[in-house]
Every structure is written in structure tokens, then in C-alpha cells.
């Protein structure tokens, strides 16, 4: 019996996540650590840097809980993002199997980062609330629904990017680069709250200013974020995800061909 389009396409996926995973941490020592490593350095940084400050400015809210729920879905953007600019070439030799297109590639790298971050953010969340940081669940469906629309969203620019960084190498230097602002126009380091609401507007038109800030109202009791909303972030992940697969219907035959 013949199989359907969504079993190859999942077996093809499965293929790749599998490929992903052995390329991507199978040349180190400490493996799947080194995922782990790089928020955790981060946010060791930030708080040697800002903890005793921040500490005194939000004496309610504790400072690690804060920058975790903003350096790691920060992690999650940027890794899906910056890495659907190689798939094409990392995977190019797959796509003489018909089975195999460019989009399964940036599918299976984003679940990996998303797996990847989800593990690390459960860990961190674990190890600061062992450490005696205060924290609590207060909406884990809220919190869940942030976390798929940050994917979502990301998905989309990922395919974006891909699409373009095909037909203009050059967007693979320039692609970090012009994400890099994100990192200080996106609550990670301060709370929206902080800053004049006559500024909000120059904030709130960045979908991860509202991933930022509700993934802390839904862990942080009594934090409560004005500006941020749900509905804004779905939306402006669902038109993410529909340019890109536009642009990707578009480019596919070209990648295919290249």
C-alpha cells in the first residue's frame, strides 16, 4: 500500500532530525551539554553584571527566573532562525531523493531547537528553584501557547531567510548581524514596565517583547504584564509562517534545481 505525502514527509523529517542530531553533537565530548552551556554562561554573565542592581530595582521578582525566561526563548528565535540559512547547503546532496525538500530540513532543525531549549529551560527553571529562586506555574497553558507561537513565528522568518539566503548568499554574514538589536529591544535584560508607556509603542511592535514577557506572567505570581498580548503574537506568527511559505512555493523548484 502506497504511503500518504504526510508519512513520507514525516519519515523524511524523522531522517533529517535524526541527521541533525548527529552532526550537530556528535563531534563533541560533552554532547548534548553544549546546548545547555551557552544560556547558562549567559546568564551567569548577566547576573554577575546586573544581579545586584536588578535585585533591588524588582525586589518581587527574582532576577534569574527574569533573564531565563528571556535569554531562552531568545536562544530559541535566533538558533532556528540563523541555522535555516545553511539547511540548503548542509542537506543539498538529500534532494536527489524526491522524498527530501528544502522545507523538512528547516522542520526538523526547529524541533530540534525547540526540544533542545524546552530541556534546557525545564533544567534551568529546576536547578534556580533548587537554589531557592521563587517561582511558580501560574498558566501553564498560557506559557505553552507562547512557546508554540515563538516557534511558529520563528519557523516562518527561518523560511524567509532561507528562501532569500538562497538566491543572496550574502544574507548568511549579514543575517546575524541585523538580528543582533533584537537581543536589546527585547525586554531579555529589563521589564516592560521599567520603561515610559509613552515608549511602548517603539516596543511592542516586536513579537518578542510579548514571548518575553508573558512567558514571565505565566511563571512569575503577581507579574503582570500591560502591554503584552497573546492575540498580537499569534497573528504576527501566522503571517510569518504564511510569507514564508509563500516565498518558499515560490523558490522551492530553484532550490531543487540549484
Known amino acids: 500500500m502506497a504511503r500518504s505525502g504526510f508519512e513520507v514527509q514525516k519519515a523524511a523529517v524523522n531522517a533529517l532530525f535524526l541527521r541533525e542530531i548527529k552532526t550537530r553533537f556528535g563531534k563533541y565530548r560533552l554532547g548534548y551539554l553544549w546546548a545547555a552551556l551557552e544560556p547558562m554562561a549567559h546568564m551567569?554573565?548577566?547576573l554577575g553584571i546586573f544581579g545586584y542592581i536588578m535585585q533591588r530595582t524588582m525586589p518581587d521578582i527574582s532576577f534569574p527566573v527574569f533573564l531565563i525566561n528571556g535569554i531562552v526563548p531568545y536562544f530559541v528565535f535566533i538558533n532556528i532562525s540563523n541555522r535555516s540559512i545553511g539547511a540548503i547547503e548542509a542537506n543539498q546532496g538529500l534532494f536527489n531523493y524526491r522524498p527530501v525538500r528544502p522545507i523538512d530540513t528547516i522542520i526538523a532543525r526547529a524541533i530540534l531547537e525547540s526540544l533542545i531549549y524546552a530541556v534546557v529551560y525545564v533544567l534551568l527553571m529546576a536547578?534556580?528553584?533548587?537554589?531557592?529562586?521563587?517561582?511558580?506555574?501560574?498558566?501553564?497553558?498560557?506559557?505553552?501557547?507562547?512557546?508554540?507561537?515563538?516557534?511558529i513565528f520563528s519557523c516562518?522568518?527561518?523560511?524567509?531567510?532561507?528562501v532569500i539566503g538562497k538566491t543572496f548568499p550574502e544574507t548568511e554574514k549579514f543575517l546575524p548581524i541585523l538580528l543582533k538589536p533584537l537581543y536589546f529591544i527585547s525586554c531579555i535584560m529589563f521589564p516592560l514596565h521599567s520603561i515610559p508607556k509613552d515608549y511602548w509603542p517603539y516596543?511592542?511592535?516586536?513579537?518578542?517583547?510579548h514571548v518575553v514577557e508573558?512567558?514571565?506572567?505565566?511563571?512569575?505570581?503577581g507579574y503582570i504584564s500591560e502591554g503584552a498580548n497573546l492575540y498580537y503574537l499569534a497573528f504576527c506568527?501566522?503571517?510569518?509562517?504564511?510569507?514564508?511559505?509563500?516565498?518558499y512555493r515560490n523558490g522551492e523548484e530553484a532550490m531543487l534545481t540549484s
Open 156 to 162: 516562518g522568518i527561518g523560511l524567509s531567510f532561507m
Open 44 to 46: 551567569l554573565i548577566l
Open 203 to 209: 516596543l511592542l511592535w516586536n513579537p518578542l517583547v
Open 237 to 247: 506568527a501566522l503571517v510569518s509562517l504564511f510569507v514564508g511559505l509563500v516565498l
Open 214 to 221: 508573558l512567558c514571565r506572567e505565566a511563571v512569575v505570581p
Open 127 to 151: 536547578i534556580v528553584g533548587l537554589l531557592g529562586e521563587e517561582f511558580a506555574v501560574v498558566n501553564l497553558i498560557s506559557l505553552v501557547l507562547v512557546w508554540l507561537m515563538l516557534i
